[in-house]
């Protein structure tokens, strides 16, 4: 059966992304959605969607049943399952191919044999690709440590911990359980010896039905946190250093792929040493995450190659040659400088300057970008937090760097926080630019320095002087007397005009600002000079050692967050009332929700003796779980959740009271 219609049985970006190849290809389109994504772009762009009810992956993308249901009362001939959910789940694919549809994905038998991590490894041992040994939990000693957990039926770092003290192998074995379960339906974990570092290089992979394997080429993925993938880029700066290793990596995969009678795209991984040994990982049964950088190196659309194979057509007998160099990054609404808190709210604007194409190929020097999100859209607390992916690609490794890290210099980024400084910084950093990356390279560099704003302290305060001078216009606009007066406009001096702002790097700012005849004066900027001012715009001249520096900001308002973007760098502040609030005021040693989630489990009681670091309570969010703990030693005083209670941003979760102000209470 020629396919004609495709169910995308997955969300966001990667929808979006097998939507387009459809639609080039000339096929109809059908989304599903969860309540919580019914405005999300996928929903929008399919030529028909399906309503899940519910928002959590269990009750909406897990759900396999109701998928099918949707393909058959769209009218889908054949289902694409992304990645993540159900895409490496061998008993949906059976029942997709039961409901005579046509499953755009591998063999179930293949499925089945890479779904249980424990098992693939011996298969892959008998067959010759080399393995690092894996270790039954119960049987885990003093000896075996440092180990890693992982989840035997996933990825992307869900239900992965790595154990140091044996005293904490049980409850880590338990949390990873929970996780791979939330996020695989699946509790299945194994364990295997911890490398400390060391280089993931992975060889993309695609069979045809009619014996044809493909070793497309392979990726590094080295640069990682919390076990899951940051940076990614095509060709492996290690593979091109080791004479014959590429060789080497291409006859494992194949071998690996032969092994199970593979057909359709997919992906084997391998850690490797510096000196180009490797031991086989895993085999992704599904299309990965990275797959741009392999195409834009390749010329090769491989969501047009699954629907090929899908339709039975046959491989070339050798893919394309190996061109240039692309590096991806994976955007993500979070907080690497503190402990990556995933975020949570409105994306105001998403602008990524230079981007050459969307989810397509491109033959030149440019940025693509593959996104699940548009300006407007709301990142909830139920998925994975990533924004975008942006894909640079270059003839050299330096070139293409240099041209992704100046996007997302100049990108504009409203509403949430997200990891862009430190993806800059890692891009241009020197350890990277020489191809020195491994799986400890935040450790090793130092995850404080590179998560630091991109935008210098000095730089910072000319911005939140902008913004004060960008505020005070956008007042006059809509004031209904003197409109067309400067703000504060005195005919003789008169004090400053002031206005404060809060920055998450740098706290406090108070800008004291008075408009004159000949232009502005801002308290502290002797020699600053006012060229142009609007609302969204301010042109400032800086006193600068050779003279004045023309600059130029760019301000947007979403009521009190205030985004300045300008070559500097960007700045977001919070604009603070006139007026605080006494209402507002928390008590000392408060714990605050850093993001909106579900307790699932409470480490204290109310009234019970806490010390410092001592987890309180465990918040589910984004389908991770997160630790609220103890900032001090001391009593805790208030406990205001129960398991299963919803919390938002901010919440108060708890108090703990520190042992110096209870001694203090207890003198007075």
């Known amino acids: ?99 005579g549809l046509v499953w755009i994905g591998p063999p179930v038998e293949a499925i089945e044999q890479m779904g249980s991590k424990v098992a693939s490894k011996k298969m892959m041992d008998a067959a010759g690709v080399p393995v690092l040994a894996e270790l039954d939990p119960a049987e885990v000693t003093a000896a075996h440590l440092p180990v890693l957990i992982k989840a035997s039926a996933g990825g992307g770092g869900r239900g992965m911990r790595v154990v140091r003290e044996l005293a904490d192998l049980e409850p880590q074995i338990e949390a990873a359980r929970r996780e791979a379960e939330s996020a695989f339906g699946d509790p299945t974990v194994f364990c295997e010896r911890y490398l400390e570092t060391g280089r993931h290089i992975e060889v993309q992979v695609m069979a045809d039905t009619h014996g044809t394997i493909w070793a497309v080429g ?24 080791v004479d014959g290793m590429r060789a080497r990596l291409f006859e494992a995969a194949k071998l690996a792929a032969g092994a199970i009678g593979y057909t359709g795209a997919g992906t084997v991984e391998f850690l490797a040493d510096e000196q180009g040994e490797f031991f086989f990982l895993e085999m992704n049964t599904r299309l990965q995450v990275e797959h741009p950088v392999t195409e834009l190196t ?77 300006d407007g859209s709301v990142v909830g607390v139920h998925y994975d937090p990533m924004l975008s992916k942006v894909i640079s690609y270059a003839e050299t490794r330096t070139e293409a760097a240099r041209l992704l890290a100046s996007a997302l210099r100049r990108a504009r ?51 939140i002087v902008a913004a004060a001078l960008a505020d005070a216009a956008a007042n006059r606009v809509k004031a209904r007397v003197g409109a067309g007066l400067p703000s504060g406009w005195r005919n003789l001096p008169s004090q400053s005009q002031r206005k404060s702002y809060e ?56 009521d009190d967050l205030v985004c300045v973007d300008s070559p500097l760098g960007p700045v977001s502040v919070r604009r603070l009332p006139r007026f605080s609030d006494p209402s507002a005021q928390l008590a000392t040693g408060s714990l605050l929700a850093p993001m909106p989630g579900s307790v699932i489990r409470l480490g204290a009681q109310e009234g019970d003796r806490v010390t410092a670091g001592q987890p309180i309570l465990w918040l589910e969010a984004m389908k991770m779980e997160h630790t609220i703990a103890a900032p001090t030693d001391g009593v805790l005083s208030a406990l205001n959740v129960t398991v299963g209670h919803q919390v938002d941003i901010g919440a108060v979760l708890a108090v703990v009271e520190p042992d110096d102000a209870a001694n203090e209470n207890q003198e007075q």
């Open 503 to 558: 920055s998450r790097a740098s706290g406090v700012h108070e800008i004291g600002y008075r408009f004159t005849r000949s232009g502005v004066t801002v308290d502290g900027h002797e020699g600053l000079a006012l060229l142009e001012l609007g609302p969204d715009r301010v042109v400032l001249a800086v006193p600068g050692e050779r003279g004045p520096v023309r600059r130029a900001f760019t301000v947007a308002r979403y």
């Open 1 to 99: 059966m020629e396919i004609s219609n495709v169910l995308v049985a997955n969300r966001g970006e990667i929808a979006r992304r097998v939507f387009a190849t459809c639609r080039r290809s000339g096929l109809g389109t059908v989304a599903v959605y969860s309540d919580a994504d019914a405005a999300s772009p996928h929903v929008a762009e399919a030529d028909a969607a399906v309503r899940l009810p519910g928002n959590t992956p269990a009750e909406t993308y897990l759900r396999g049943e109701l998928i099918i249901e949707a393909a058959l009362s769209a009218g889908a001939d054949a289902i694409h399952p992304g990645y993540g959910f159900l895409s490496e789940n061998a008993e949906f694919a059976r029942a997709v191919q039961a409901a």
């Open 413 to 463: 980024i409203h509403g949430l926080v997200t990891n862009r400084d430190l993806l800059v910084r890692v891009l241009t950093h020197p350890a990277f630019l020489a191809g020195d990356t491994d799986t400890a390279f935040f450790e090793t560099h130092g995850l404080a320095a590179l998560s630091e704003p991109l935008v210098f302290e000095g730089d910072e305060k000319l911005s």
């Open 218 to 241: 392979e990726r590094e993925c080295s640069i990682q946190r919390r076990h899951q993938k940051v940076v990614e880029e095509a060709p492996s700066p290690l593979v091109e250093r």
């Open 298 to 374: 390749t010329g090769l659309d491989l969501v047009r190659l699954q629907l090929d194979v899908a339709n039975g057509a046959a491989l070339p007998a050798e893919p394309p040659a190996l061109r240039g160099h692309s590096i991806e990054v994976r955007l993500y609404a979070e907080d690497p400088a503190h402990d990556w808190q995933p975020q949570s709210g409105t994306v105001h604007r998403l602008e990524i300057p230079s981007v050459a194409a969307e989810f397509d190929l491109i033959d030149r020097a440019g940025v693509r970008l593959d996104t699940g999100v548009v």
